[in-house]
């Protein structure tokens, strides 16, 4: 009987260890900002595609300053997160100038934009964003919303 009490005592050990690793950890981005602060979204024009999907564009450059001192050495993946937006659903496409991956997200979602050891202190990097949206998008300007998440290995 206490053999079994133990395996199962074990079990549930590892699955909280588990659970509570598959938890993203938000990281603190809050020194991190868009040039220019909004973006103006303007219409694509002639090159817009005829059903209206990404018909306007915007381009800012995004300084990106994530603290990561609270998983500083631990190995994962960091993840950029593309609030939902209440209007029109938004495409961001970036590239990096080194540190971060180059990629894609769409509202709603998140993408990795770096694997391996969290570096202590600060992780720094300057991406180059193109966002589109389609023809529904209420107004000519609006703050992009987005966050950092770890997840560890």
Same mark, same amino acid.
């Given at each position: 009987?206490?053999? =079994? =009490?133990?395996? *199962?005592?074990?079990?549930?050990? =590892?699955?909280?260890?588990?659970?509570?690793?598959?938890?993203?950890?938000?990281?603190?981005?809050?020194? %991190?900002? &868009?040039?220019?602060?909004?973006?103006?979204?303007?219409?694509?024009? =002639? &090159?817009?595609?005829?059903?209206?999907?990404?018909?306007?564009?915007?381009?800012?450059?995004?300084?990106?300053?994530?603290? +990561?001192?609270?998983?500083?050495?631990?190995?994962?993946?960091?993840?950029?997160?593309?609030?939902?937006?209440?209007? @029109?659903?938004?495409?961001? &496409?970036? +590239? @990096?100038?080194?540190?971060?991956?180059?990629?894609?997200? %769409?509202?709603?979602?998140? %993408?990795?934009? *770096?694997?391996? &050891?969290?570096?202590?202190? +600060?992780?720094?990097?300057?991406?180059?964003?193109?966002?589109? @949206?389609?023809?529904?998008?209420?107004?000519? +300007?609006?703050?992009?919303?987005?966050? *950092?998440? *770890?997840?560890?290995?």
């Amino acid at each position: 009987m206490m053999p =079994l =009490l133990r395996w *199962f005592s074990i079990a549930a050990m =590892l699955c909280a260890i588990g659970s509570a690793m598959a938890n993203p950890i938000r990281l603190d981005d809050s020194l %991190t900002h &868009t040039v220019p602060p909004n973006a103006q979204m303007q219409w694509r024009g =002639l &090159t817009a595609p005829r059903d209206g999907a990404a018909a306007m564009e915007a381009w800012v450059r995004v300084n990106v300053r994530v603290d +990561t001192r609270p998983v500083a050495n631990r190995s994962g993946k960091l993840y950029l997160v593309l609030d939902r937006d209440e209007s @029109s659903q938004l495409e961001a &496409t970036w +590239t @990096s100038q080194g540190k971060l991956l180059a990629g894609r997200v %769409t509202s709603g979602e998140r %993408t990795v934009v *770096f694997v391996g &050891t969290m570096p202590d202190g +600060t992780l720094e990097d300057q991406l180059l964003m193109r966002l589109r @949206s389609g023809a529904d998008w209420q107004a000519s +300007t609006r703050r992009l919303q987005f966050h *950092f998440e *770890f997840d560890a290995d």
